[in-house]
Every structure is written in structure tokens, then in C-alpha cells.
């Protein structure tokens, strides 16, 4: 597949981006964890989160679709997961994979995982290490530090303090997951504070849990189904927002985004470079996120330096964020961002490789990216890697180019953001970008 993206002077009215990837693969596990029925709506219908539907199925839930993104779960309790009769295929999903190992520590039997081209290069050591310090087998290819793996857990599992060298909500939400079936509490720590959906989701569904702004402890025990509706994705938002910061005609409003704040990074730093943004915050429902109604048109964008603990707060609107960069006056930074490399692709590579067909010199750094702008886009063909969020940057890019862009992969959009063509083309009242099959 491919997309054939032209310049477009206006980009206008409201839209809804689907639900948030992060929170739907939660409400899908802690779902089949729990006592009881929970009902979801707003479940993100992308491969992704669908493959996380399939494990919970292949691992005993019963899962119904009522409607579009609305689902029942009918949980096993957290003793009542059987064993899978075949391998469970995460695809391009690093979460449904990171998560479900977790999991299974817990298991009292053998499940494999495996996933698609990409996602058996990706690390695993980084969740297989601790969980296997607590008592769990994870064992696969690469010393066990790459998928396809084999876990075997065990029942209890030993209480660990887990002091992670990378802010990974993924990691945290592993050992935290593992912690269901420890024989104590089970702490994690953090170089910066990841995103924390897993705690306000098992806390939602009766789970005890001390948070500070470093660490946080679980403290075993059994989950209550519970109702979940699921926030638009920022991360998918984000491809949207930059695009109309950038279009000179219009103005967008996105309806009902997830403003979590350790999500919200790409926010602050859309502020920073002064884009032109109001943020609407929605009433709390007495939902676990918060969330509120983005409107943005454009401005001139002015450059920022992005790092540090603001990193894991906007680790996957990077690749977006550095076309905003090109496109603004003065230099931008990213630093500390080193596990942009250990994505769906290297997007460090990705990024400076592609950008440069498309004319836009950007320096690359082994921890992240400085370009310098304003810069012209100039319509050129590149590639996606396979990796989503690449895919989506360029497309925005080619939103604002001199000339036709294509790009070449884009199969990939599928894992997070279905709709992401038809969406902007509504909003640009013309076919902006065409899918093309390759
Ligand atoms: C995610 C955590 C992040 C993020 C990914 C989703 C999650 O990964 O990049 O898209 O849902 O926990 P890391 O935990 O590897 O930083």
C-alpha cells in the first residue's frame, strides 16, 4: 500500500480521533483478569489492540464485539487464564507483547509469542530480566532477549523492587502485571515518570497502589470488572494537530482526546513553539483520564529544545514533531530519545534518511535529531520502514510540500490510526492524500 499525498492550503472542522492505543490494550487485559463483565466503548479497532483481543481469547476470555469499538469481556478472574493451544502472534504490537509477558509470569503454564518482522528485532530482555528474577522462565531466541519467546510462570511469584534504567510504561505496566501474583508488594522505579495508564487502571478496577513521582507499589490481589471508555489517542491526534498548525486556511478541533499529563508533552512543546492551541478540558465523568477538546490553527512556529523528562511524556509524536520543526524559525533539539531507536523502526535513521529526500537537512544525533528551519518540504518518494508513525509524519509533511510526495509502506497506519487518510481528508474537503495499493 501506498500514499499519494498533495500540498493542501486548508485543513478545517472537527473530527474524532479513535481511542487511545494504550488504554485499550489495558482495559483488553485487566478486562480478562478480573471477576465479572467489563464493558468497554471506545476500543481502539486497529491491528494493534486487536491482536490483544485475540491473545486474551486464545488465553480463556470470552470476548464479544457489541458494536464499533464497544466490547464485552467476560473475565476469567485473575486464577482463571488457561493455556493457549497454539503461539499467540502480537504482530507489529510491542505493548500487547511486553504486557502479555507480564502476564503470563503469572501463568502456571507454557504460552509462546511471537510477532511479526519488526517486533522480533525489538528488546525483550528489558521485561524477560525482571520477571524472571521474581521467579518466571522466559526463554527464546537471543538469550531470550528477542521474540519468539516461550514463558512458563509460576504461582507466587517473588516480590521484586524493580529500578528500571529506561522510563518504559510498557516495562513498568510488565512487572506491575507480574506483581498480581507476587507473595508481596512489587515496586518499580524510573529514571523519569512514564505514562500511567496501568495505575490508574488497576486502581479503577480495586487494585491497591502507592504512587510517588519516582517509583510505585502494587500490592497483590484479585481485579473487579469494571466500565472503561477510552479517550481519543493523543498520539494519533498529534499527526492531525501538527498538520493545522502548519495549513495556513482553517482551524481544527479534535473532540474528546485523552489529556492524561504524562501524555501530554507533545502538547507543551506545540505551546513552546508557540502554535496556536486551546485546550477545552471535558468534564471527569468519574473516568480514570481526563480528557478535553484541542483546537488548533495555524502560526508561525518558532524552534525548542525537547529532552530529558519530557521524553517518555512524547516519546511517539517525535517523528510528527520534527516535521513541525522543519518547519519553524530557529533550531530544535531532541535529546535524551535514544529509545526512539528501539521503536517500530530506528526513527532516528528513519527520520533524518527520509526527510533528506524530501530536501530538509536534519542532523542526526545518537540520542535524537537537531534541525534547523524554516525549510521547504520538496514532494519526493520515500519510504515508511514499515513503522506507522514514520508513515504518518511524512504524510503530514507532504501536506505542506512543494509538489506531489509518496510514500511507500504505509500498510503499517493500520496498527494504530485506520481512518487517518479519510480523517484528513474531510478536514481538507479534498482527497489530500489517496491510498494506493502498491
Ligand atoms: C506504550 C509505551 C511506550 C510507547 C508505546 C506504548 C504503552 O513504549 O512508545 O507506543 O502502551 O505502554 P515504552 O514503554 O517502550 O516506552
Redesign the pocket.
Known amino acids: 500500500m501506498r500514499f499519494r499525498v498533495r500540498p493542501t492550503p486548508r485543513l478545517a472542522g472537527a473530527a474524532d480521533v479513535p481511542g487511545d492505543?494504550?488504554?485499550s490494550?489495558?482495559a483488553a487485559l485487566l478486562g480478562a483478569l478480573a471477576e465479572g463483565t467489563t464493558e468497554i466503548h471506545g476500543y481502539l479497532e486497529a491491528e494493534d489492540c486487536l491482536r490483544t483481543i485475540t491473545a486474551v481469547q486464545a488465553l480463556g476470555a470470552e470476548v464479544t464485539r457489541k458494536g464499533p469499538g464497544q466490547y464485552r469481556i467476560a473475565g476469567c478472574g485473575r486464577h482463571g487464564l488457561r493455556e493457549p493451544s497454539n503461539v499467540i502472534d502480537c504482530g507489529n504490537s510491542?505493548?500487547s507483547a511486553?504486557?502479555l509477558v507480564g502476564v503470563l509470569a503469572g501463568q502456571p503454564f507454557w504460552t509462546m509469542l511471537t510477532g511479526d518482522e519488526s517486533l522480533r528485532t525489538r528488546p525483550m530482555d528489558?521485561v524477560a530480566e525482571p520477571l524472571r528474577r521474581m521467579g518466571a522462565a522466559v526463554v527464546g531466541r537471543a538469550g531470550g532477549s528477542k521474540l519468539p519467546l516461550a514463558v512458563k510462570g509460576t504461582r507466587p511469584l517473588r516480590a521484586i523492587t524493580h529500578d528500571s534504567p529506561?522510563?518504559?510504561?510498557?516495562?513498568?505496566?510488565a512487572v506491575l502485571l507480574a506483581g498480581l501474583y507476587a507473595d508481596g508488594p512489587v515496586s518499580v522505579s524510573e529514571p523519569a515518570p512514564?505514562?500511567d495508564?496501568?495505575e490508574r487502571m488497576l486502581r479503577q478496577f480495586g487494585v491497591q497502589l502507592v504512587t510517588d513521582d519516582r517509583s510505585v507499589t502494587l500490592m497483590p490481589g484479585d481485579l473487579r470488572a469494571s466500565a472503561v471508555s477510552v479517550p481519543g489517542d493523543i498520539?494519533s491526534a498529534a499527526f492531525v494537530l501538527v498538520a493545522a498548525s502548519l495549513i495556513g486556511d482553517g482551524g481544527v478541533t479534535i473532540r474528546r482526546v485523552g489529556v492524561n499529563p504524562t501524555r501530554t508533552g507533545v502538547l507543551d512543546v506545540l505551546q513552546a513553539m508557540s502554535a496556536n492551541l486551546r485546550i477545552d478540558h471535558l468534564p471527569a465523568v468519574g473516568a480514570a483520564e481526563p480528557a478535553a477538546d484541542i483546537a488548533m490553527s495555524a502560526s508561525e512556529l518558532k524552534g525548542t529544545s525537547i529532552g530529558g523528562a519530557l521524553i517518555?511524556r512524547l516519546?511517539?509524536e517525535i517523528p510528527v514533531l520534527a516535521i513541525a520543526a522543519a518547519r519553524a524559525r530557529g533550531v530544535t533539539t531532541i535529546g535524551d530519545a535514544a529509545?526512539l531507536r528501539?521503536?517500530e523502526s530506528d526513527r532516528i535513521a528513519a527520520l533524518s534518511r527520509e526527510l533528506a529526500k524530501m530536501g530538509v537537512a536534519v542532523r542526526e544525533r545518537p540520542d535524537g535529531l537537531t534541525i534547523e528551519g524554516p525549510q521547504r518540504f520538496r514532494g519526493a518518494r520515500v519510504m515508511s520502514g514499515g513503522d506507522h508513525r514514520v508513515a504518518m509524519a511524512l504524510a503530514v509533511a507532504g501536506l505542506v510540500a512543494d509538489g506531489e510526495t509518496v510514500i511507500e509502506d504505509t500498510a503499517c497506519v493500520a496498527t494504530?490510526f485506520p481512518q487517518f487518510a479519510v480523517m484528513l481528508n474531510a478536514l481538507a474537503g479534498t482527497d489530500a492524500v489517496t491510498v494506493e495499493d502498491a
Open positions: 492505543k494504550s488504554v490494550h489495558r510491542g505493548t511486553r504486557l528489558r529506561v522510563a518504559s510504561a510498557q516495562v513498568k505496566s512514564s505514562r495508564h496501568s498520539s517518555p516519546i511517539d529509545e528501539v521503536k494504530s
